[in-house]
């Protein structure tokens, strides 16, 4: 679907245009009836507005009431906006009566296709640093890594890629659609961006809708430790499922006393593992204890795959999660994927904060009180971060809508919308992330009337569990191009 969408050429123009704007019919499999595409160009360093310039893809689909229309709806997403609405468009046609809904591919699109050679291999083999002086060395070999990377940048964007400036593109297309004010929603780690927007333009914001997004302002560590319980209680859910299901690798035994043996030990003798994609590594309990599935897939199909890696890595077989560890231990150590989120202080600042994380870390959650490994590769950061945690001022900014999924990012989100007086969270009771793209109806019942009319649900409100759609899973494809949660 990205590579159909990101081939998506300009056919007849539609009518009307807005200021700079031509939009015109997109072509595409897959495209909706419908959907207009256009181009926008923005500066590389808004620092710098006469400089080198990008151009930015977006997308938008009328509103299909022309006469009610309110304004227009921007999504803010971790990276391939436009992938969004269409993926989205059959679940948003009540939005659409009053809006037309708006997406676009963010600069880290751009730096995806152009980034060097240089920029995709790992810096380091991550590990989990016991002492200053391992921290110390891992951070100079990163920092090696990163300064190569950006000395073989001819884009410029590597030292461009934060929320800030992510900001500041979504502040120029509203200015190219020519509203006084936006509507948005906001999901993932588009989140991020949508913190940085409110932290400049908070008088441009009509409403914001927040689904499944990360909280950036109280930083990094902050946001893993509130995942933690999460975590331990998803590998609960996951053994009483198990214990129910004769099908399961590990039925008839404790699932979870299975799972958490398996990690101990493999840190003191890692299990070799080559992938057909990765090469050789070896799986680390550290390692492993990243891999918790964060929900049970279509049919519990995760879960059940999940029990059978399990069950095999106890027996020294880790193929199962070979794939999975060794791409998550490259990436978390590849300069072009850490160039998208180590300007926004995705990392730990000293040896001394890491230590403080282990330390609450192991009081929510011991057996996954390790480094965090998504926080490691940005300790070689080689540059000023752009955009440093810290709080969000909540003056001039309205009422908020978060949704997020209890058995996910419930705590995120509502850590989000708690920084802004009188916004509320809906706690959708299961799993899932990014409800109102899976087509969960209960939270999109509730954006839809947020966003069209300003009203917020109850505080507490919750939506139960939903079936998903035919065809539709979870939405993971944020963390194709953007470090995980």
């Not at 995942?227 to 129910?244: D, H, K, N, Y």
């Not at 279509?298 to 059978?308: C, G, I, K, M, Y």
């Not at 330390?359 to 752009?386: D, F, H, N």
Request: glycine share 10%; charged share 20%; hydrophobic share 40%.
């Amino acid at each position: 679907m990205v590579a159909a969408l990101a081939a998506m050429s300009p056919a007849a123009p539609a009518a009307g245009g807005d200021r700079g704007l031509t939009w015109r019919a997109c072509e595409g499999a897959g495209t909706p009836a419908g959907l207009q595409c256009a181009a926008i160009e923005v500066p590389v360093d808004w620092a710098q507005p006469g400089g080198r310039k990008i151009t930015l893809d977006l997308a938008r689909l009328p509103a299909t009431e022309p006469a009610g229309r309110l304004c227009s709806v921007l999504g803010i997403s971790g990276g391939y906006g436009i992938e969004d609405l269409s993926r989205g468009a059959a679940n948003l046609t009540e939005l659409r009566r009053r809006f037309d809904l708006v997406g676009f591919n963010t600069r880290t699109t751009v730096w995806i296709t152009q980034m060097p050679e240089a920029c995709k291999q790992p810096g380091a083999i991550l590990r989990d640093p016991r002492s200053e002086k391992q921290y110390t060395a891992q951070a100079a070999a990163m920092a090696k890594a990163l300064t190569t990377c950006q000395r073989a940048d001819a884009t410029g964007l590597f030292a461009h890629l934060d929320a800030l400036s992510i900001a500041r593109d979504v502040e120029a297309i509203r200015q190219a659609l020519g509203e006084e004010r936006l509507s948005f929603t906001a999901h993932s780690l588009g989140g991020v961006t949508a913190a940085a927007y409110a932290r400049l333009f908070p008088q441009r914001i009509r409403a914001m809708y927040v689904d499944s997004v990360g909280n950036q302002t109280k930083g990094w560590p902050a946001h893993h430790l509130r995942l933690l319980p999460v975590s331990q209680r998803m590998i609960t859910r996951f053994a009483e499922w198990c214990a129910g299901t004769p099908a399961c690798a590990l039925h008839g035994q404790d699932a979870e006393a299975v799972w958490r043996r398996l990690l101990r030990p493999a840190d003191r003798h890692p299990i070799p593992v080559t992938s057909p994609r990765y090469g050789a590594g070896k799986l680390t309990g550290w390692l492993l204890g990243a891999l918790v599935p964060r929900d049970p897939g279509p049919q519990n199909a995760d879960w059940s795959a999940f029990a059978t890696s399990v069950d095999k890595a106890r027996r020294g077989d880790g193929s199962g999660f070979a794939d999975a560890a060794l791409f998550t231990a490259r990436y978390s150590a590849t300069p072009g994927a850490l160039a998208m989120s180590c300007g926004d202080e995705r990392g730990y600042t000293s040896y001394a904060q890491l230590e403080d994380f282990r330390q609450k870390a192991r009081k929510i959650a011991p057996e996954y009180a390790g480094a965090e490994i998504s926080l490691l590769g940005c300790t070689g950061w080689p540059l000023p971060v752009a955009n440093p945690a810290r709080p969000l001022p909540t003056r001039d900014l309205p009422s908020l809508l978060g949704v997020g999924a209890t058995w996910g990012g419930h705590p995120l989100t509502e850590s989000f919308t708690s920084m802004i007086p009188g916004s509320v969270t809906v706690a959708y009771d299961g799993p899932g992330h990014v409800t109102y793209l899976s087509g969960k109806k209960c939270p999109i019942r509730h954006a839809t009337a947020y966003l069209t009319d300003l009203t917020l649900p109850e505080p507490g409100t919750t939506c139960p569990t939903e079936e998903p759609p035919s065809g539709v899973s979870t939405d993971k494809r944020d963390e194709a191009i953007t470090p995980a949660w």
